[in-house]
């Protein structure tokens, strides 16, 4: 399929924001044979790349290190005392990012997409300035895209002053020996669990009564267990009185009066969309109060040239999700026409926590407001490798099913490797398989993912 070039402007797709979404929206419509333009301020890669998933999960790797040197000596290893080297962690992992950043660079120089690097902003539905550190370049297209992600919420009351966002954790200096964690959401949880591993003392401060607000109540209360268990101080319905700091050290006032003192505190509250300064009110591109755009099932917004998608939207943030939308967006732009809206209910996500949490379709609570009977299936469970390692972590799972439909609603699981896992789920999920047909499913022996096949008796109907 051919493009319809418009000569009369400069582009025929103007990206603004080269981070999950904006790269692949470039290089797919590249691929279709669309003039592509994407501008970017800061590192290629965006959040996921620089500041999120990657460099997560490569803490998390390190972290793990630290139970699996002590859970070795229960299968025979002698080791000396293992010692912990943060700057080279950092610079291991900054390496490796950097690396990223070029391959980022080459795939879009092979897809024959023009990079300007610079902060952009709309100037009318057609028109972008980017300003560089020397000068302002403008641009006219016949479609733009924003792809400019989110960013942490800054916070506001005591502390704020010297409070870190998780932006600021990678590159950490010192490494934190007390660390106070601020947040209930799945980054708070995370980071809390990486710094533990790490070897922080970690306390981690929720205002509300359950940690990871939205996950299934029950999965979620069993990690909280299981990360107090591994030696994280959770306090619940907890929150910041008062902060002073005395040198380095911050003391943190609870308003139940306790004190804390810390090293440093991570304030990981929330985050918003990054669609300040972008020229959005200028042009008449609507914006909601909490910061994000709204775009019909295709991604376009308010303005038919204008189109948005990723966490900017704040449909699910996750790469994937911003990646399957810059599919659809494209597909309709350039490509065959209209795809499949997206559906948002299966998405499938894991959290990095010690031990991870993944989850694909409903939570028991949310399936219980949308459906009749329910049957809850549910095994935990000491896994094998623990009945030598000395850990006494235990593993979650749990299948909602449709009773009069037989259908899976949701599969939940906490245990190691939860993520890996729960992706073969969620294409049951998906797929809208039934209890029957995960029943005649022969389980891979001895697993910890054989379990989500072999459960036989509903814990509950009802
Ligand atoms: P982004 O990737 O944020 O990219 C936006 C880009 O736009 C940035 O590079 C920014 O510099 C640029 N930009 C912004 N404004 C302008 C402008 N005016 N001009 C030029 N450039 C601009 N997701 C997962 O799926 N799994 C995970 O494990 C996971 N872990 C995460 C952990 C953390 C700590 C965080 C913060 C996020 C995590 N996410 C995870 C979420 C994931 O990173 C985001 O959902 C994803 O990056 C969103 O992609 P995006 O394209 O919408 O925006």
């Known amino acids: 399929m051919t493009v319809s070039v418009d000569a009369s402007y400069d582009c025929d797709l103007f990206v603004i924001g080269a981070g999950s979404g904006g790269v692949r929206a470039s290089r797919v419509a590249s691929q279709l044979g669309a003039r592509v333009i994407l501008a970017e301020g800061s590192a290629l890669g965006g959040t996921c790349v620089n500041l999120g998933c990657i460099p997560k999960k490569l803490y998390s790797y390190a972290a793990h290190y630290h139970e699996a040197f002590a859970q070795a000596r229960g299968f025979g290893w002698t080791l000396a ?27 879009l120089r092979g897809a024959n997409v023009q990079l300007v690097r610079g902060w952009a902003k709309l100037l009318d539905a057609h028109t972008v300035a980017v300003k560089t550190t020397t000068h302002e370049q403008r641009f006219t297209a016949r479609h733009i895209l924003l792809a400019t992600g989110g960013e942490p919420l800054r916070i506001e009351g005591p502390g704020a002053q010297w409070a870190m966002s998780s932006d600021d954790m990678f590159d950490l200096s010192p490494f934190p ?29 929720h205002r509300g009564p359950q940690l990871l607000r939205g996950f299934d109540g029950e999965m979620a209360r069993f990690v909280t267990a299981e990360m107090r268990k591994k030696g994280i101080d959770i306090r619940l319905e907890s929150r910041i009185a ?67 998608l990723g966490d900017l939207v704040g449909n699910k943030a996750l790469t994937p999700v911003a990646l399957a939308e810059a599919m659809v967006l494209i597909g309709r732009l350039f490509g065959e026409g209209r795809r499949p809206a997206l559906d948002y209910a299966t998405v499938p996500t894991a959290i990095f926590t010690h031990p991870q949490v993944a989850t694909v379709g409903l939570s028991e609570e949310v399936a219980r407001t949308r459906h009749g009977v329910l049957r809850i299936y549910r095994s935990e469970f000491k896994p094998l490798q623990h009945t030598l390692s000395g850990s006494t972590e235990r593993t979650l799972l749990k299948l909602v099913v449709d009773d009069a439909s037989d259908r899976l609603l949701g599969a939940h699981m906490v245990g190691g490797d939860a993520g890996e896992v729960l992706q073969g789920f969620a294409v049951a999920v998906q797929a809208g398989l039934t209890k029957a047909q995960l029943d005649r499913t022969i389980g891979i022996h001895p697993t910890v993912a054989e379990e989500f096949v072999t459960m036989r008796v509903a814990a509950s109907r009802g």
């Open 177 to 205: 020996k007390r660390l106070v964690v601020v947040g209930g959401g799945y980054i708070a949880c995370e980071f809390a669990s990486i710094f533990h591993g790490l070897g922080s003392k970690v306390t981690l401060l």
């Open 242 to 308: 008062a902060v002073e700091r005395r040198g380095e050290v911050q003391r943190l006032q609870l308003a139940d009066d306790s004190v804390l003192e810390a090293d440093t505190v991570l304030h990981a509250t929330g985050r918003r969309a990054r669609s300040r300064g972008l020229g959005l009110a200028e042009v008449g591109v609507k914006v909601n109060e909490d910061g994000t755009v709204p775009v019909d099932a295709g991604f376009t917004t308010n303005v038919p040239s204008v189109h948005a």
């Open 81 to 107: 005392e293992p010692e912990f080297d943060w700057d080279v962690l950092k610079a291991r992992r900054g390496a490796e990012i950097a690396r990223l950043n070029g391959v980022y660079a080459e795939l």
